[in-house]
């Protein structure tokens, strides 16, 4: 009999428990807001209005950060998994993980580099070609914000979101001399031209004082919303510096050297489709109108670019290959970088469109007349599409998307060629011919003073046994009987 007047008064309790616990759960909040009321209604109007601003900036602030650092991330996924497979599936599975280990190591190096000085360099005060050391070692970055690049966002995380830039840049060079670099000399070219090319050049376009910079009043403004000239034609075109200097991989082009694993290409190829939103929307740096209007132009241009190079391949073979329109979809990523913040869907469509015939032709046809060894088409798709992008910026930017131009009274000022300003178009030229010019010089120096300090290729014994087992002694596949 006790145990059931014990169960039955401990039900009680619980049942009243349940019963009094919502009351109370909705008596706090209640009470919480009319303290909150009475505090405003206290207080006088001014501060009231200063306490509302304060919260919806903070508010602001906090949704741009968590957009930021999720771009950041994205733009890492690029290079690893998405480079990694993309690249690696493309060569010989003999060199599958010496494929994929040039860019993994490049993320580690590239991330000490640039906090010891590499973003100084890039975005720290200086002269118009480079900057200066007033961020060595990070001196000055954290959690205060840099009104001057982003005001709603720690001035650490747009540090970390170049950063993911600064690391994928070179190691899309390692497309042109896969299969034949030594590992070793890999790692001190790859240090040498972040200082040499990309360094200056991001200076230029997107640094304080840059003499590329539209946003910040420099001498030639150059329309660049997220790296075309920065990123894919320094890429692009030193990779084709590097082929022709290592010269032709052992037996190419009289063996047949096709890709190992186009699975793993096509893989690596939707990944960076995925990561690339985080790659030109996050270049947006703000969670607004205009990370939506580049996320929809990549978008876009991505897909017209992938219909536009499968569209040329079948007619001219009969059939689209998988490997094609992958390709053509990351040629047109490529092309609408520079202008995905400046351009509408539809202009977006057509160049994309555009980006995949011409790309196409480079690989399919100009590459074969001059006999290249651009191994896995870095110049064919970075730097052609990052130049052919570059160009049609200037033709189809519209201040509708993006008024990046006023006058010493505020009002809007054409930005495009369609737009009604047709010299942008000589300023484009001029950024896409100093990027150029960057690319061929700085890398040509520096693959003679690499070549000179450590060698450049591997034996042609080690370069026929496989890049894998001469350079890092694994295998990528093993097979059991």
Avoid at 122 to 149: K, N
Avoid at 228 to 249: E, F, M, N, P, Q
Wanted: hydrophobic letters at 50%.
């Amino acid at each position: 009999m006790k145990y059931f007047v014990f169960l039955l008064t401990f039900g009680l309790v619980c049942a009243s428990g349940l019963l009094v616990r919502p009351v109370y759960a909705q008596a706090a909040p209640s009470q919480t807001v009319a303290a909150s009321e009475e505090s405003y209604a206290a207080a006088p109007a001014q501060e009231q209005i200063s306490k509302l601003k304060a919260e919806i900036a903070e508010a602001q602030s906090s949704g741009d950060n968590a957009w930021m650092l999720v771009c950041s991330a994205l733009v890492l996924m690029m290079t690893g998994p998405g480079l990694a497979l993309f690249y690696g599936g493309l060569v010989r599975k003999k060199n599958v993980l010496a494929t994929m280990m040039q860019g993994f190591s490049l993320m580690a190096i590239i991330t000490v580099l640039w906090a010891v000085i590499g973003f100084s360099l890039c975005f720290g005060p200086g002269t118009s070609f480079i900057g200066g050391l007033s961020h060595l070692f990070l001196r000055g970055v954290g959690s205060a914000p840099d009104p001057t690049y982003a005001g709603t966002i720690p001035l650490e995380t747009f540090m970390v979101f170049q950063l993911m830039f600064a690391i994928i840049t070179p190691a899309l060079i390692c497309g042109a001399f896969a299969e034949r670099m030594k590992f070793s000399a890999m790692v001190l070219f790859m240090v040498l031209w972040s200082f040499v090319v990309y360094d200056p050049m991001a200076h230029m376009v997107w640094g304080k004082s840059g003499l590329l910079n539209a946003a910040l009043g420099g001498a030639v403004p150059t329309l660049d919303f997220a790296g075309g000239t920065v990123v894919h034609i320094t890429s692009g075109v030193s990779a084709l510096v590097c082929a022709l200097y290592l010269g032709k991989r052992v037996g190419y082009p009289q063996e047949p050297m096709p890709p190992h694993s186009v699975v793993l290409s096509f893989i690596g190829a939707c990944l960076l489709w995925v990561g690339w939103f985080g790659f030109n929307a996050g270049s947006a740096l703000a969670a607004g109108g205009l990370a939506t209007s580049a996320f929809v132009a990549t978008q876009f241009g991505a897909a017209a670019a992938a219909i536009g190079w499968g569209a040329a391949e079948w007619l001219r073979n009969g059939k689209p290959s998988v490997l094609g329109i992958v390709s053509g979809a990351v040629a047109g990523l490529v092309a609408i970088t520079p202008a995905s913040g400046f351009v509408g869907p539809m202009s977006a469509l057509a160049i994309g469109f555009i980006a995949g015939i011409v790309c196409y032709l480079m690989v399919s046809k100009v590459k074969g007349r001059f006999g290249y060894d651009d191994s896995l088409d870095a110049f064919g798709v970075h730097g052609v599409g990052g130049t052919v992008g570059a160009l049609l910026t200037g033709i189809f930017a519209t201040s509708a998307i993006n008024p990046i131009f006023k006058n010493r009274q505020g009002n809007v000022l054409p930005v495009g060629l369609i737009d009604g300003n047709a010299g942008q178009l000589l300023n484009q030229f001029i950024g896409v011919l100093i990027s150029w010019s960057i690319a061929v010089v700085g890398t040509l120096i520096i693959l003679k003073v690499v070549d000179a300090l450590v060698g450049l290729r591997v034996p042609e014994e080690q370069e026929v046994q496989g890049l894998d087992l001469s350079q890092h002694g694994e295998e990528g596949y093993t097979f059991e009987a």
